[in-house]
T-cell receptor, first 113, second 110 residues
């Protein structure tokens, strides 16, 4: 069974530029999550989708971050414009439902200069 | 506010030296407590889910236990390949949010 796929794996941009990340979840998983993990910390949930609807985006900085999951399968997370403090690993995860264990992708490492 | 605290921050063991990692939590209405393993440069790997106090789960050299206030991850006779960061997370109440602790970085020396 294929795992969660993410791209790109690494991205370096300058502050105020835009960046987008892509995630393809495990086939059949209805729930998709985007997390931000800053070095030395645990992941922090940014947004959760159930199929193509948003379940929780309470911690998403909506002035600069946006995410979509148009067909209920893959998803994109965008940052526009980026700030220095956005440097982190962005993890995508999926699960069958809203409870239970989540399966994570390898992450995208973003460095904002 | 829901809180998850892991201790110690870092732990160095000799191969074969058993020990335990702690995850203490303060939440309203625990729905599940999760343990993950994270290797450098990779995403977290799901290990266990515990739902109620007294529950235990085992996988190879790892055993997770749960009380009303904390969970322990016991590592029996660890090997160097067990070296990783171990993350604890909780889901509580009606909130679907999975709140993670900062992790324990485990190093097992041969």
């Amino acid at each position: 069974e294929a795992g969660v796929a993410q791209s790109p794996r690494y991205k370096i941009i300058e502050k105020r530029q835009s960046v987008a990340f892509w995630c393809n979840p495990i086939s059949g998983h209805a729930t998709l999550y985007w997390y931000q993990q800053i070095l030395g910390q645990g992941p922090k949930l940014l947004i959760q989708f159930q199929n193509n609807g948003v379940v929780d985006d309470s911690q998403l900085p909506k002035d600069r971050f946006s995410a979509e999951r148009l067909k209920g399968v893959d998803s994109t997370l965008k940052i526009q414009p980026a700030k220095l403090e956005d440097s982190a690993v962005y993890l995508c995860a999926s699960s069958l439902g809203t409870g239970g264990g989540q399966y994570f992708g390898p992450g995208t490492r973003l460095l904002v200069l | 506010e829901d809180q998850v605290t892991q201790s110690p921050e870092a732990l160095r063991l000799q191969e074969g030296e058993s020990s335990s990692l702690n995850c203490s939590y303060t939440v309203s209405g625990l729905r599940g407590l999760f343990w993950y393993r994270q290797d450098p440069g990779k995403g977290p790997e799901f290990l266990f889910t515990l739902y109620s106090a007294g529950e235990e789960k085992e996988k190879e050299r790892l055993k997770a236990t749960l009380t009303k206030k904390e969970s322990f991850l016991h590592i029996t006779a660890p090997k160097p390949e067990d070296s990783a960061t171990y993350l604890c997370a909780v889901q509580a109440g009606n909130n679907n949010d999975m709140r993670f602790g900062a992790g324990t970085r485990l190093t097992v020396k041969p």
